[in-house]
């Protein structure tokens, strides 16, 4: 059984940073690529960040370059998601999903986890 289980969500001031992970299980990790997803409310969900099989980053959104990076470990299972510089228009659910092997949009992607909140106030 897949799972992908985000963690690291919570409060973060204007500015600041935060670690988003997603660990998953049942999958062949290093043939997957994972991508992060955010929500808003009353927003349609749009791509942030995936890193592909390989270790290859693709960037979604324009709005979050030099600011968001991502990175996986394969021992781990785990990929990550370094939030710096943190606005308040980066606040929204943030969501893993999982496909295999190469990157591409959130309507392709089989696997998802729960989400985790991210709230951007000082």
């Known amino acids: 059984q897949v799972q992908l289980v985000e963690s690291g969500g919570g409060l973060v001031q204007p500015g600041g940073s935060l670690r988003l992970s997603c660990a998953t299980s049942g999958l062949t990790f290093d043939q997957y690529a994972i991508g992060w997803f955010r929500q808003a409310p009353g927003k349609e969900r749009e791509g942030v960040l995936c890193?592909?099989?390989?270790?290859?980053?693709?960037n979604y959104a324009d709005s979050v370059k030099d600011r968001f990076t991502i990175s996986r470990d394969n021992a781990k299972e785990t990929v990550y998601l370094q939030m710096n510089s943190v606005k308040p228009e980066d606040a929204a659910v943030y969501y893993c999903?999982?496909?295999?092997?190469?990157?591409?949009?959130?309507?392709?992607?089989?696997?998802w986890g729960q989400g985790t909140q991210v709230t951007v106030s000082s």
């Open positions: 890193i592909n099989s390989r270790g290859t980053s693709t």
């Open positions: 999903a999982a496909r295999y092997y190469y990157c591409s949009s959130f309507s392709n992607y089989p696997f």
